[in-house]
């Protein structure tokens, strides 16, 4: 919805203090995508606060950074809160007439906030991240929703970032100098890469608090962040930190009641009444909003609800029907357009349909990775850029179906996971695997997987040998070990790489089991037992992966990088309420994933339409070869400070690329082949942050050929 960014000085006389002062104007302008409609800029002695606006409630008179009626306190703020005109409501109840200046959600917030503190915040509905600060710096608070759908980055001036490595209900810190802002090109100070950050992102072994940088942290998902000004000695100040995380686990439990027909029809019932709060929810706004529509299941059930609210007038918007966006691809196996538009049509939606090719992945992927500032090998981003570019010529806002693959088990991971369970069940001490039927059925089953497994969105062959590896190292059962393991051998070799590896177990450990029963983390044999392993790589998942790298890749950052907002009705409070209290048997059902909601919207419309099996929403390849040269792919390790032998493992991985692109591969090399290749992508990737964030030298747009493309797309009546 919005971009936002703030400098907040306990001591003037900091070392750093004058030099983050004179870049922070600049550097908050590189975020101005995120909000067009209004920019402002307030200066304090201590505090300085900028703001770019995308408005959708009170268009006049919410303007940001919004002072207090007294003017001793500032907030900044991006996102929505959908239940804000009923918690005013509350606050009036309570403190009797608040004569509002504004009917924005941004005051609701700031006045909720010094009345009632943290209770407060703890009962917003919505996507949302904010800082509230006192004008003369002497306290301040941050906060970000529960998942992280919107992003909140800190940099601290003297501190070691990797305390935040392990999981804990709270830190405890000092510093200084502290800036933030909705993303980290926008904050102040020289970017510089720590290598166990890098690394771990590099790898896919993702953190929500580190990132690759020195000094810069993100504002744990569901998290709080509160600082007092105190002494410091020698007439110097300093802030007290302290940082909590959402210490709670996406579920509680793992085993299935016994749920008799009327009871599971009343399970059902009560699925869809949340998933239908929540998109009714998602509809306050003064504007009309669109959504995105695919062949899965899961934009599919939010489009239905959305339809529905449209013929009940719960949209408040005058139109008859609403816009539908689908993004189609030249490469067939990764088209979906065809079957999205006749789902819209038969909603009375309008398609509206862009088609891209390679060459329109290949332009559009460096800037996608320069918005995200993230390392990681998907390419599914470069094609969520342009569709956020493509819906933006007709609406400021869209519902996404994200979050369902996460919160409902959507991933070939955890149909894994819960075919391991499968395998070890009754199995005699001592019998190794491939000996009994259940051992090779996980492949039997998704033998079409492997002839693409990038196509397939999978990153294990299914033999079981991911389990195996991982709790012998770890101890945790990590379903993608052998594509970790890969990338990190291709770029620090065999040696050095099972060192590394096993000095993140620890840590790793440490995020799968947070928000779980206490005495979980003092058993080793809870997370060694294969009836747990779905839950705990779902609650690592939805702490981690969703979101450090998926609610920015293809989530609020390509959405917010051509000022797009994206509601996301499965990540509600509702939603995360009713999962929190399902077992397994409701997610994963035999090799069925997302079983409760395809069983819940199937007899909403066409049953085959909601038993669609899951399709990876995923992109091609990118032409390595072509941008190979342009961002000194080959230097990136060394200039990371991971290798000193970087030069040479780059040119040893796309050697690999060029040797097997004329060959074929035979089944049991194509998924080392693609997790190469994947490394691969991903030293591209990290060249272009290394240029555009660290260097900062941002990439120019070519609007005439971006204008081409979209010319190509449009309404399909």
Same mark, same amino acid.
């Given at each position: 919805m919005c971009g936002f960014s703030g400098l907040l000085t306990a001591n003037r006389s900091?070392?750093?203090? *004058?030099?983050?002062?004179?870049?922070?104007?600049?550097?908050?302008?590189?975020?101005?995508?995120?909000?067009?409609?209004?920019?402002?800029?307030?200066?304090?002695?201590?505090?300085?606060?900028?703001?770019?606006?995308? *408005?959708?409630?009170?268009?006049?008179? /919410?303007?940001?950074?919004m002072l207090s009626k007294d003017g001793a306190t500032a907030i900044t703020f991006n996102g929505e809160i959908y239940n804000h005109l009923e918690l005013r409501k509350e606050l009036e109840k309570k403190y009797g007439n608040l004569s509002w200046r504004t009917y924005s959600d941004t005051e609701t917030i700031l006045e909720g906030w010094l009345l009632d503190g943290t209770s407060f915040i703890d009962r917003l509905e919505g996507e949302f991240a904010f800082v509230i600060s006192r004008t003369d710096g002497s306290e301040w608070m941050a906060a970000r929703d529960y998942f992280g759908v919107k992003p909140l980055f800190l940099a601290l001036a003297d501190i070691n970032t990797r305390i935040f490595s392990d999981a804990r209900p709270s830190y405890t810190l000092h510093s200084s100098l502290v800036s933030f802002a909705s993303e980290m090109k926008a904050l102040p100070n020289k970017k510089s890469w720590n290598r166990d /950050? *890098?690394?771990?992102?590099?790898?896919?072994?993702?953190?929500?608090?580190?990132?690759?940088?020195?000094?810069?942290?993100?504002?744990?998902?569901? /998290?709080?962040?509160?600082?007092?000004?105190?002494?410091?000695?020698n007439e110097s100040f300093t802030y007290r930190i302290n940082v909590t995380t959402r210490n709670q686990a996406i579920r509680q439990k793992n085993k299935a009641p016994f749920w008799s027909e009327q009871e599971s029809g009343k399970v059902l019932q009560s699925f869809r009444e949340s998933l239908e709060t929540s998109v009714t929810e998602r509809l306050l706004s003064d504007v009309e909003l669109g959504v995105y529509l695919s062949g899965g299941i899961d934009s599919k059930v939010i489009a239905f609800e959305l339809a529905k609210a449209l013929k009940k007038g719960n949209t408040g918007w005058q139109t008859d029907s609403l816009r539908a966006f689908t993004v189609g691809f030249e490469s067939a196996g990764y088209d979906e357009s065809i079957e999205a538009s006749s789902f819209a049509r038969l909603l009375g939606f309008t398609p509206h349909i862009l088609t891209l090719s390679n060459n329109a992945l290949n332009y559009s992927y460096p800037h996608a990775v320069q918005i995200s500032e993230n390392l990681q090998p998907f390419t599914n981003g470069a094609a969520k850029w342009w569709l956020s570019l493509f819906a933006r010529q007709y609406v400021p806002g869209v519902l996404t179906g994200d979050g369902a693959d996460e919160l409902l088990c959507g991933y070939p991971s955890f149909r894994y996971c819960a075919w391991w369970a499968f395998t070890q069940r009754g199995r005699a001490s001592g019998l190794s695997s491939g000996k009994r039927w259940r051992d090779s059925v996980y492949v039997k089953r998704f033998v079409g997987q492997t002839r693409d497994p990038w196509l397939a969105g999978s990153s294990a062959e299914g033999r079981g040998d991911d389990f195996e590896k991982s709790l012998s190292l770890w101890g945790i059962p990590h379903p993608l070990f052998e594509q970790v393991q890969t990338i990190t051998e291709a770029i620090l070799g065999k040696e050095e790489a099972q060192l590394w590896l096993s000095s993140q177990g620890p840590s790793l450990r440490s995020w799968y089991l947070l928000g779980l029963d206490s005495h979980h983390k003092d058993d080793p044999s809870y997370t060694l037992d294969p009836e747990n392993a779905l839950l705990i790589w779902q609650n690592y998942f939805c702490h981690t992966h969703l979101p450090v790298q998926i609610l920015n890749w293809v989530g609020d950052r390509m959405e917010m990088a051509n000022t797009l907002e994206g509601r996301t009705p499965f990540l509600s409070g509702a939603m995360r309420r009713f999962v929190a209290q399902l077992p397994d048997i409701a997610l994963v059902q035999g090799f069925t994933d997302k079983a409760i909601l395809r069983k819940s919207y199937a007899s909403q419309f066409e049953r085959?339409?909601?038993?669609?099996?899951?399709?990876?929403?995923? *992109?091609?390849?990118?032409?390595?070869?072509?941008?190979?040269?342009?961002?000194?792919?080959?230097?990136?390790?060394?200039?990371?400070?991971?290798?000193?032998?970087?030069?040479?493992?780059?040119?040893?991985?796309?050697?690999?690329?060029?040797?097997?692109?004329?060959?074929?591969?035979?089944?049991?090399?194509?998924?080392?082949?693609?997790?190469?290749?994947?490394?691969?992508?991903?030293l591209l990737c990290s060249s272009i942050v290394q240029r555009t964030l660290v260097d900062e030298l941002p990439l120019t747009r070519d609007h005439e050929f971006e204008a081409s493309i979209l010319s190509q797309g449009g309404p399909k009546p």
């Open positions: 900091h070392p750093q203090a *004058a030099e983050w002062k004179s870049r922070f104007a600049d550097a908050a302008q590189r975020i101005a995508h995120r909000g067009n409609d209004d920019s402002r800029f307030l200066n304090f002695q201590s505090v300085s606060l900028h703001h770019f606006r995308l *408005a959708f409630q009170d268009l006049e008179s /919410g303007r940001q950074p /950050g *890098a690394l771990r992102q590099f790898v896919g072994l993702f953190e929500p608090i580190c990132t690759p940088f020195e000094n810069i942290i993100q504002c744990p998902p569901g /998290g709080r962040v509160f600082a007092t000004k105190q002494p410091n000695g085959n339409l909601a038993l669609t099996p899951k399709k990876q929403f995923n *992109a091609p390849f990118i032409d390595f070869q072509k941008l190979y040269e342009q961002f000194e792919v080959k230097d990136v390790l060394n200039r990371m400070g991971i290798n000193s032998n970087g030069s040479k493992n780059a040119n040893s991985l796309l050697e690999m690329s060029q040797k097997h692109q004329s060959i074929s591969i035979s089944t049991q090399d194509k998924y080392l082949f693609t997790h190469r290749l994947a490394a691969l992508q991903t």
